[in-house]
T-cell receptor, first 113, second 111 residues
Framework: DTAVSQTPKYLVTQMGNDKSIKCEQN?????MYWYKQDSKKFLKIMFS???????INETVPNRFSPKSPDKAHLNLHINSLELGDSAVYFC????????????FGPGTRLLVL | AQSVAQPEDQVNVAEGNPLTVKCTYS??????LFWYVQYPNRGLQFLLK??????LVKGSYGFEAEFNKSQTSFHLKKPSALVSDSALYFC?????????FGAGTTVTVRA
């Protein structure tokens, strides 16, 4: 009964490939997020999304795109993968946007060769 | 932009001693502040948050944090540290698009 789950846990791929990471939350939350944690453990918001609005961090390349088939899912698609995309990607969700607590998934470790 | 700073990369304490992890913030308006903990190869776990009200916030696992507006600080504290508290701790502030995290502080509690 994991609250926020991500698949796959590990992803190893070649430069130039396109890949997706899936995220699901069973908390009934309205807002979902994607964060990137680099090799120095710095965490940075990439996207936040609810039914009404997608907010994109301006530093995120347009090769990254979130797709939400329904309220419980926010998948991350990455086109033309680059070496610098290697990181751990965390999905999170919260009841509403704003001051509600965000709950994080276990992370997906992406390695681009 | 909203931001937080964690001035210490590492904190080392002996088990049973008090633990403090420092965080200062720079925001316009009222800050919404959070502490999260990350154990090795795991996701982030919520510890506590300050939105409004009492400056002393109590959270999970015996942690608490004190919001100090004059010093723009939100330090995390635990009166008696455990070896199992060894982890990476993040302070965060609510920003327009999500949480803006500090660089993290690695806490090591030695037996």
């Amino acid at each position: 009964d994991t609250a926020v789950s991500q698949t796959p846990k590990y992803l190893v791929t070649q430069m130039g490939n396109d890949k997706s990471i899936k995220c699901e939350q069973n908390l009934g939350h309205d807002t979902m997020y994607w964060y990137k944690q680099d090799s120095k453990k710095f965490l940075k918001i990439m996207f936040s999304y609810n039914n009404k609005e997608l907010i994109i961090n301006e530093t995120v390349p347009n090769r990254f795109s979130p797709k939400s088939p329904d309220k419980a899912h926010l998948n991350l698609h990455i086109n033309s993968l680059e070496l610098g995309d290697s990181a751990v990607y965390f999905c999170a969700s919260s009841q509403e946007d704003g001051v509600e607590t965000q709950y994080f998934g276990p992370g997906t470790r992406l390695l681009v060769l | 932009a909203q931001s937080v700073a964690q001035p210490e990369d590492q904190v080392n304490v002996a088990e049973g001693n008090p633990l403090t992890v420092k965080c200062t913030y720079s925001v316009s308006g009222n800050p919404y502040l959070f502490w999260y903990v990350q154990y090795p190869n795991r996701g982030l776990q919520f510890l506590l948050k300050y939105i409004t009200g009492d400056n002393l916030v109590k959270g999970s696992y015996g942690f608490e944090a004190e919001f100090n507006k004059s010093q723009t600080s939100f330090h995390l504290k635990k009166p008696s540290a455990l070896v199992s508290d060894s982890a990476l701790y993040f302070c965060a502030v609510r920003d327009l698009s999500g949480l803006s995290f500090g660089a993290g502080t690695t806490v090591t509690v030695r037996a």
